[in-house]
């Protein structure tokens, strides 16, 4: 029998229309366009804004757009996985709330949260998945709605983050093509410097940990950076390496969107010229899972059949990983 591989055959996105720029956050805190530019590399992130609206409603575009572009029906989806950590409610899952907007009714569902190392992890599993030979079309959905866990009186985060989903079809192919290697890693020494505090069962919702906001992001942003900056490059390196990659091997690089100066300290610890590597952060900030395939889907266009692409992800937990993915298909000439 022949090896079974999964492959991405289709990306998009789920982008909110509003454009919250560095001018507009310098009317709420006492910050600057020159400093958040100078020390991060934001210039705008994007704002799911309204009454009532989780990430399963740009999930839910995400996939619309998705079975149209894959020319796939609903019921042939097997599987929805959506890496998020900021699911609409703690249940349901945020998976079934989009299969269920999108007319996908034979697949199972479920959420995973790794934070913003949700899609390398959910690449593991999809393609563990088709690597069973039982799933033929696996929806991974990536991204999270970060406006909902920030606190706007906090300037030292509240720049940092937007909101956006991305979504990939992922099939079997027996080429060799797709996710060919994945390294993951995790350290539990992530627990204080990166956490949301209350509102899990540790810390349940009260009129106390509302009052302390508790319920948005909490980080120690110096010892964040120093781990994200050893830990990508590190796993990087290691992925190419034992891929027999050298950086002129390597097509595209994928990092993480967090800030620009972690992304540049990874380029310059790679070797690989600045050219090679997907850098949107200045248009969509960091928006946790979804930084990645928000990348990927901007730079389709571009893409060539078997392109050597790596992706490389940090985050909460801390949690870190390494993709080797040789892309699929020939993108085409869309206007993003
Ligand atoms: O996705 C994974 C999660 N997070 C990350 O990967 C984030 C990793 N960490 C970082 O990106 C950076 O540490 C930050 C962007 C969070 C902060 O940058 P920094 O260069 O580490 O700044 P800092 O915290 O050392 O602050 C330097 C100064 C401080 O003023 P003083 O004490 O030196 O007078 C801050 O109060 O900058 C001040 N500051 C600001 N000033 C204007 C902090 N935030 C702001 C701001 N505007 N928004």
Excluded at 5 to 10: E, L, M, P, R, Y
Excluded at 48 to 66: M, Y
Excluded at 263 to 282: F, S
């Amino acid at each position: 029998m022949k090896q079974l591989n999964g492959v991405i055959t289709g990306i998009t996105t789920g982008l909110p229309d509003y454009i919250l720029t560095n001018e507009e956050l310098s009317t709420i805190v006492d910050t600057s366009d020159e400093w958040i530019m100078t020390r991060v590399g934001i210039k705008e992130r994007r704002i799911l804004k309204g009454e009532a609206q989780g990430i399963s409603v740009l999930g839910t575009q995400a996939v619309d757009e998705l079975l149209v572009k894959t020319n796939t029906r609903p019921e042939e989806v097997d599987v929805v996985v959506f890496a998020t950590t900021t699911p609409d409610h703690p249940f349901p899952s945020a998976a079934s709330m989009v299969a269920e907007n999108c007319g996908i009714k034979n697949a199972f569902c479920f959420d995973m949260e790794v934070a913003c190392s949700g899609f390398v992890f959910g690449l593991e599993v999809c393609n563990s998945f088709i690597k069973t030979g039982k799933y033929k079309k696996i929806i991974l959905l990536a991204g999270d709605k970060m406006s909902s866990i920030t606190d706007y009186t906090d300037r030292t985060t509240c720049p940092l983050f937007g909101d956006a989903v991305g979504a990939v079809m992922i099939e079997p192919t027996d080429e060799v093509l797709g996710i060919l290697d994945v390294e993951l890693h995790s350290d539990g020494i992530g627990y204080e410097p990166l956490q949301m505090k209350a509102g899990g069962s540790k810390y349940p919702a009260s009129y106390e940990t509302v009052e302390r906001r508790e319920h948005t992001v909490q980080q120690d942003g110096q010892v964040v950076f120093r781990h994200a900056v050893s830990r990508m490059a590190e796993v990087s390196l290691s992925i190419m390496d034992r891929n027999n990659l050298a950086p002129e091997d390597v097509d595209w690089l994928v990092p993480h969107q967090a800030n620009i100066r972690i992304i540049d300290a990874t380029i310059q610890r790679t070797g690989l010229p600045r050219e090679k590597v997907m850098i949107n952060i200045e248009k969509y900030g960091n928006t946790s899972a979804g930084t990645i395939p928000v990348c990927l889907w901007e730079w389709e266009p571009k893409l060539r059949k078997g392109d050597n692409i790596i992706l490389t992800a940090f985050g909460a937990g801390f949690s870190w990983g390494s993709v080797y993915l040789k892309w699929g298909y020939d993108g085409e000439n869309q206007v993003k």
